[in-house]
């Protein structure tokens, strides 16, 4: 079993849904990161978080500690936000990213 | 301005040839990373570097050594390169762990 497991692996969405992506994890944690990597190959950090939730443009997450759970919610999808979703925790002591085998989100129009 | 920049964007070479992948970040960061990313598309952390120090050395073979000349670079060298070291190769920097991480563009390794 993965120390950070995500669902779904697949994801399929028409334009304009919400989307949630769930992240669990095992470990003890100093931050929690969400990533997007691009059809093409590129990774972009979208969020780095230790409590709370937080808010860029159409993209919210959230982090639960008690619970060891983070969500990505993606508000009025659209197609450009296809792409694969990955959930990475920085280990507790070490700080090394643990990642998760990631989410693959399709927006059809 | 690129932020973290890898070479060569693709590496194409013959099993047990030697090869090097460079990293060079112009951010002012402290802390560089290589990660492996296999054909299912997972990441995995080979290595990282705070100011020139090794700080984390997963469970790599000893065929894969990192060198940071300063701490703007990092570089990956391999040795008698095999058929399961071919991957996608990234290339991260972050002021501290555990910032936001910044990626690289990768490096496509094929051994044939």
């Known amino acids: 079993k993965n120390e950070v497991e995500q669902s779904p692996q697949n994801l399929t969405a028409q334009e304009g849904e919400f989307i949630t992506i769930n992240c669990s994890y095992s470990?003890?944690?100093?931050?929690l990161h969400w990533l997007q990597q691009h059809p093409g190959g590129g990774i972009v950090s979208l969020f780095m978080l230790s409590s709370g939730k937080k808010k860029h443009g159409r993209l919210i997450a959230t982090i639960n500690i008690q619970e060891k759970h983070s969500s990505l919610h993606i508000t009025a999808s659209h197609p450009r936000d296809s792409a694969v979703y990955i959930c990475?925790?920085?280990?507790?002591?070490?700080?090394?990213?643990?990642f998760g085998t990631g989410t693959r989100l399709q927006v059809f129009p | 301005d690129t932020a973290v920049s890898q070479t060569p964007k693709y590496l194409v070479t013959q099993m047990g040839n030697d090869k090097s992948i460079k990293c060079e970040q112009n951010?002012?960061?402290?802390?560089m990373y290589w990660y492996k990313q296999d054909s299912k598309k997972f990441l995995k952390i080979m290595f990282s570097?705070?100011?020139?120090?090794?700080?984390i050395n997963e469970t790599v073979p000893n065929r894969f050594s990192p060198k940071s000349p300063d701490k703007a670079h990092l570089n990956l060298h391999i040795n008698s390169l095999e058929l399961g070291d071919s991957a996608v190769y990234f290339c991260?920097?972050?002021?501290?762990?555990?910032?936001?991480?910044?990626f690289g563009p990768g490096t496509r390794l094929t051994v044939l």
């Open positions: 991260a920097s972050s002021l501290l762990p555990p910032d936001t991480q910044y």
């Open positions: 570097y705070n100011n020139k120090e090794l700080i």
């Open positions: 470990v003890g944690i100093s931050a």
């Open positions: 951010l002012g960061h402290d802390t």
């Open positions: 990475a925790v920085g280990e507790w002591g070490t700080d090394k990213l643990i």
